[in-house]
Nanobody, 120 residues
Framework: QVQLVESGGGLVQAGGSLRLSCAVS????????MRWYRQAPGKQRESVAT???????NYADSVKGRFTISRDNAKNTVYLQMNSLKPEDTAVYYC??????????????WGQGTQVTVST
């Protein structure tokens, strides 16, 4: 059974930094594409950053240059380093991976989420 456990959220002032961690079990972590999503109150969940098994990264325009996604395959953990935080970064952050079922379907796995609150 795939399990994802996030940690590292909290309250920080604007301009500050946080590092989120997501520990993964129940799958071959090194082969998985890992993603961070976030959901702010009243808004849809949005993709923040992605890292492939080969280490290729991709970011939402709103976080480019401020956030860095990385992975440690020895620890089965993916990280999200968040710098220069803004109040609009306030959200619940979720770790995600997926299992391909068919050419057209996948099964998503989610962590429980970790709250990030950025104050002015």
């Amino acid at each position: 059974q795939v399990q994802l456990v996030e940690s590292g959220g909290g309250l920080v002032q604007a301009g500050g930094s946080l590092r989120l961690s997501c520990a993964v079990s129940g799958t071959i972590f090194s082969l998985k594409t890992m993603r961070w999503y976030r959901q702010a109150p009243g808004k849809q969940r949005e993709s923040v950053a992605t890292i492939t098994s080969g280490g290729t990264t991709n970011y939402a325009d709103s976080v480019k240059g401020r956030f860095t996604i990385s992975r440690d395959n020895a620890k089965n953990t993916v990280y999200l380093q968040m710098n220069s935080l803004k109040p609009e970064d306030t959200a619940v952050y979720y770790c995600n991976t997926a299992e391909t079922l068919t050419s057209f379907a996948r099964r998503d796995y989610w962590g429980q989420g970790t709250q990030v609150t950025v104050s002015t």
